[in-house]
């Protein structure tokens, strides 16, 4: 994978970009927020390694213009800020991951490679649909009602579990599961997030909402009637 990692500790950002190089992926550094920003949507990696304490352009700036860019790189947070509060900010923001400082670098190698290999092995099915809502498995393109709606990565990734069988209820726990793989200790809280987010984007303006709460169960997508 090509990787751009936003560090400004400058020490720090070559030891993650070696990590990277010797396990077969094409990393580099920048070390400013708004310089991060402007190579990101220039030419897009793969993935972001993005710090949130950054001069000129803080991190949680830098994730907020890229995805309402929508720039397709997944992005690490990483940081010192180690606080749930941050960690729910992030990932509200649309980061894909979350990793706190300190860390070993062996997991942060493992986070970047598990973040690829769910984005290079889709499903199998070419085309889901439920309702008036498409999801384009290998275009990874979404659309609903002919209009097109940006998702991350793993907005992109729910969506395609809970729309390859519709009307099935996915505990939290199952979705936490099949998504993150549980490789990092993710828990239920971050399925919520997702899915807030997931519904903020599909359902808004719309008087049929597609994804519902099943309560004290989880969640199911399914079209009206």
């Not at 990483?78 to 860390?103: C, I, Q, W």
């Amino acid at each position: 994978m090509r990787i751009l990692v936003i560090e400004d500790e400058r020490q720090l950002a070559r030891h993650i970009c070696s990590a990277l190089t010797r396990n077969g992926h094409a990393a580099s550094a920048l070390h400013d927020g708004a310089e991060g920003l402007k190579f990101a949507l220039l030419d897009p990696p793969d993935l972001i390694v993005l710090d949130l304490n950054l001069p000129t352009l803080d991190g949680f700036s830098v994730l907020s213009q890229l995805r309402q860019k929508q720039c397709p790189a997944r992005v690490l947070i990483l940081t010192a800020r180690g606080e749930v509060e941050y960690r729910v900010k992030g990932l509200k923001a649309g980061a894909d991951d979350y990793l706190g400082k300190p860390f070993s670098m062996d997991e942060l190698v493992a986070r970047v490679e598990a973040l690829g290999r769910r984005a290079a092995t889709p499903e199998a099915g070419d085309l889901l649909k439920v309702g008036d809502l498409l999801l384009d498995v290998h275009r990874r393109r979404v659309t609903r009602a002919g209009e097109e709606i940006p998702l991350s990565p793993r907005e992109f990734e729910l969506l395609q579990v809970l729309m390859a069988e519709p009307g099935r209820v996915f505990s939290r726990t199952e979705l936490c599961d099949r998504v993150w793989q549980r490789d990092h200790g993710y828990d239920t809280r971050t399925v919520e997030i997702f899915i807030v987010r997931l519904r903020k984007k599909l359902d808004a303006g719309f008087d049929h909402p597609l994804i519902h709460t099943i309560r004290a169960v989880g969640y199911m997508i399914k079209a009206q009637g």
